[in-house]
């Protein structure tokens, strides 16, 4: 069977994201680039979420992984920062993934990023508007501290960077 991107791609679909197992790496916007040459060589390029992301290393085993069982010619994958992950890189099924899995998808922004847009994190519970955040730190990097006044619920919100 002929590897195309998309068959890739598609195969980089069931790769998970350690950390938050309901989304894909793909739909995470870690995946920046997949190649296929004329002979069947696979080359993927991902970006870590952060410098020093402790789950890199278990996403890229995890996609070479994914490209091995597609058995290509030969395949590479590569970490790279030449292109920054971004939360604009979330796909409409990632950010719903987010939801799934009881985190407040981040809003997209333009331009400069104002620390406010915190403010207004919807819960991921209910969708209410009527939230507060409680700690712009959460348990990781990535993800800042809320509370529900409508459900009473807790809940983590991740920031968009």
């Given at each position: 069977?002929?590897i195309?991107p998309?068959r890739?791609l598609?195969a ?9 197992p309901?989304?894909?790496v ?5 995946i920046?680039s997949?190649?296929?040459?004329p002979?069947?060589?696979v080359a993927v ?7 020093g992301c402790?789950a890199?290393?278990v996403?890229k085993h995890d996609v070479?992984?994914?490209?091995a ?5 030969s395949y590479?994958v590569?970490v790279?920062?030449?292109?920054p992950?971004?939360t604009?890189r ?11 899995h ?7 922004f333009?331009l ?5 847009v915190?403010?207004?994190t919807?819960?991921?519970y ?8 409680k700690s712009?730190f ?5 993800r800042?501290l809320h509370?529900?006044h409508?459900?009473l ?5 991740f920031?968009?960077i």
């Amino acid at each position: 069977m002929v590897i195309s991107p998309e068959r890739v791609l598609e195969a980089l679909h069931t790769v998970k994201d350690p950390e938050i197992p309901t989304i894909s790496v793909v739909d995470m916007g870690i995946i920046t680039s997949v190649a296929v040459s004329p002979d069947g060589d696979v080359a993927v390029t991902m970006t870590p979420t952060f410098v020093g992301c402790p789950a890199i290393d278990v996403m890229k085993h995890d996609v070479e992984s994914a490209v091995a069982a597609l058995q290509p010619a030969s395949y590479h994958v590569t970490v790279s920062f030449d292109v920054p992950w971004t939360t604009n890189r979330l796909t409409e099924a990632g950010k719903q993934a987010l939801l799934k899995h009881g985190l407040a998808p981040p809003q997209e922004f333009t331009l400069e990023l104002e620390l406010d847009v915190l403010q207004q994190t919807p819960c991921p519970y209910c969708g209410s508007t009527n939230t507060e955040l409680k700690s712009p730190f959460g348990p990781t990097l990535c993800r800042s501290l809320h509370y529900c006044h409508h459900c009473l619920q807790a809940f983590e919100g991740f920031k968009p960077i």
